[in-house]
């Protein structure tokens, strides 16, 4: 049986895009920046010798950067965004997503439980997964990495079990190349907002199926905009078991847990 949250624990950051001003949580300036700045990742001099030493990917050269707050299994997050891209923007499933985790961590058992993002963006639901004790590998596109790895960095640096991994990954590209089976083998898939209007739809529905083996759970939550989001939830669901476990009317976002079906 489907099982939906009640409108009244709907995320509180739902919304299109970052967070206005007015739900933004105060942080300390300590926690942006050892030096008390606040400039973007991409210019070195603002980036702390602790996280630059492990920086393996360059930040893109956004012309502006924001900060925007969140708090999630009682730790503040500040995460850089930048409007110029959609990659670098916390999108309303993922805070969606991260309330479930926090809210079911024990039954989902996320101690020590190995997890893939796939189109992480700045990393709110990696960072999230982590906090929560899970191994995370979160991944994307060669343009949204070097934000993406300081985003991580920045927020579980000292503060998790397991620091998370940054890995490039190109739906439907290259998968057994760099995601070998024998080699890798995840307990969660984890998906935010990846279903919009793009052409790489069936690559998207590809990638999820190669990543998920047996036992393998896949959690894909999404703002249903268009009428393509509906045909991309029609075949997912002929090749995965889909249970809808939440689901915000006002927001129009659902979260479906997935299974791969094996014959």
């Known amino acids: 049986m489907d099982v939906c949250l009640p409108s009244e624990q709907q995320p509180a950051h739902l919304q299109e895009g970052p967070s206005p001003p007015d739900s933004q949580i105060e942080v300390d300036e300590e926690a942006l920046h050892t030096d008390g700045s606040s400039g973007p990742p991409g210019d070195s001099n603002k980036i702390e010798p602790s996280l630059q030493s492990l920086l393996k990917f360059v930040p893109a050269n956004y012309a502006s950067y924001t900060q925007e707050y969140y708090l999630f299994a009682g730790k503040k997050i500040v995460i850089q965004e930048s409007i110029e891209s959609y990659g670098a923007v916390v999108w309303p499933g993922a805070t969606a997503l991260c309330q479930y985790l926090e809210e079911h961590t ?88 990846v279903v919009y209007h793009h052409y790489f739809l069936d690559k998207l ?59």
């Open 106 to 193: 024990e039954e989902l058992n996320l101690q020590d439980a190995k997890i893939l993002e796939i189109g992480a963006g700045p990393g709110l639901v990696s960072i999230v997964a982590s906090i929560l004790g899970a191994q995370v590998t979160a991944t994307d596109m060669p343009d949204v990495l070097g934000n993406l790895q300081y985003n991580l960095l920045k927020n579980t640096l000292g503060r998790t079990a397991h620091l998370p991994e940054v890995k490039e990954l190109v739906w439907g590209e290259s998968l057994e190349q760099n995601f070998p089976k024998s080699t890798f083998y995840y307990d969660y898939v984890l998906a935010s907002d």
């Open 205 to 263: 529905l590809a990638t999820m199926v190669y990543l998920c083996q047996p036992g393998t759970v896949l959690l894909w939550a999404n703002k249903f905009r268009f009428s393509t989001d509906y045909e991309f939830l029609d075949k997912f669901k002929q090749v995965f078991d889909t249970t809808l476990l939440a689901e915000f009317p006002e927001s129009s976002i659902k979260l479906f847990k997935g299974m791969l079906k094996w014959d």
